[in-house]
């Protein structure tokens, strides 16, 4: 009860210090268990309420922050700038599930090889956004407007979802799009699986056509498919939605030439930034939150991955 920080309960008489501790716990676990660490290190009480007050309130107030361009990472002539985009659900208390769309942008010269042969990335800038996807793409435009410059060199690597095409279609038409490899051997699957009735003659299928996906292009692979034996009508149904959607994506599959420039073609890199900017503080067991609050831990998540923490620390200085 003595504690030098016991006192400042009200949060308004919370030193920088302390109200910066608070908040990193507040977007770093759940409340409950942010308060139970802060007590056993620091021997100070804090409730719940308390914490979560704390950290929607510079939730809210970060949002200008990740509304203002950072500088752009110096890119030589032999480097490209990668952005992907994906989106993820969250279940929310006014509208159940709901879809955060999360964006990721990086330099190849932020890629290594780690230890166990899998690929890092040293840096990246970040976006998260519950809500439309209009809102979305003003927020990931502040990251990659500053790349545009690059033209090819930037690159997108998505799922295919339509309304990301017809953004990068209308923002970035000089900038290079690519359709995640593993999308569209995800779809040659679902053909297999329909066409086959040989489970293992169906996986051998998706293998040596994915192989030569990537090693002759799209025209050979559709050429293939299109040779097979007539099937039934299921078949043939799912054969012709299989070739419109690679015709429809031709233009960003061009996996030969991506290989032989040494660009990176899967979104894995997203994919693991929806575990752990989104996954690990906001869907854990039992929570359902309101979009008002999720959103707010996510800017502060966004802003501590994308090494931007000590603008808050500012912030809070001088709110102080």
């Known amino acids: 009860k003595s504690h030098m920080f016991h006192q400042c309960l009200e949060l308004s008489s919370v030193s920088p210090y302390f109200?910066?501790?608070?908040?990193y716990m507040g977007q770093h676990s759940c409340y409950e268990q942010g308060c139970e660490a802060i007590e056993k290190l620091l021997r100070v009480e804090v409730n719940a309420m308390q914490l979560?007050?704390?950290?929607t309130t510079y939730g809210e107030r970060v949002t200008a922050l990740l509304e203002e361009p950072t500088a752009a990472l110096s890119v030589d002539r032999q480097q490209v700038v990668y952005a992907e985009v994906d989106g993820g659900m969250l279940l929310t208390r006014e509208q159940g599930w709901q879809e955060v769309k999360l964006g990721r942008v990086f330099s190849s010269q932020?890629?290594?090889?780690?230890?166990?042969g899998q690929t890092g990335?040293?840096?990246?800038?970040y976006t998260a956004h519950?809500?439309?996807?209009?809102?979305?793409e003003a927020n990931m435009s502040v990251l990659t407007d500053k790349y545009?410059?690059?033209?090819?060199?930037?690159?997108?690597?998505?799922d295919g979802a339509t309304w990301i095409s017809n953004w990068l279609n209308a923002a970035y038409p000089r900038a290079s799009q690519i359709l995640d490899f593993y999308h569209a051997k995800e779809h040659l699957g679902q053909f297999a699986i329909t066409y086959f009735s040989n489970q293992q003659q169906a996986s051998q299928w998706i293998e040596l056509?994915?192989?030569?996906?990537?090693?002759?292009?799209?025209?050979?692979l559709m050429a293939d498919i299109t040779a097979l034996p007539a099937g039934n009508e299921a078949v043939e149904k799912q054969r012709k939605s299989l070739l419109n959607y690679y015709r429809n994506n031709a233009y960003r599959m061009n996996y030969p030439v991506y290989l032989a420039k040494g660009w990176c073609i899967g979104s894995g890199a997203i994919e693991a930034a929806h575990r752990t900017v989104s996954q690990q503080r906001l869907k854990l067991s039992g929570q359902r939150w309101?979009?008002?609050?999720?959103?707010c831990v996510l800017n502060l998540r966004v802003l501590r991955m994308s090494n931007r923490w000590h603008e808050l620390q500012q912030l809070i200085k001088h709110a102080a």
Do not use: W
Not at 130 to 136: I, P
């Open 110 to 116: 932020a890629r290594y090889q780690q230890s166990d």
């Open 121 to 125: 990335i040293r840096t990246s800038e």
């Open 19 to 23: 109200q910066e501790l608070l908040v």
């Open 290 to 295: 309101t979009q008002h609050g999720a959103q």
């Open 130 to 136: 519950l809500g439309t996807h209009q809102c979305f």
């Open 148 to 158: 545009e410059h690059l033209e090819e060199r930037l690159i997108f690597v998505t």
């Open 209 to 220: 056509q994915a192989a030569q996906l990537l090693e002759e292009g799209l025209e050979a």
């Open 52 to 55: 979560q007050r704390l950290t």
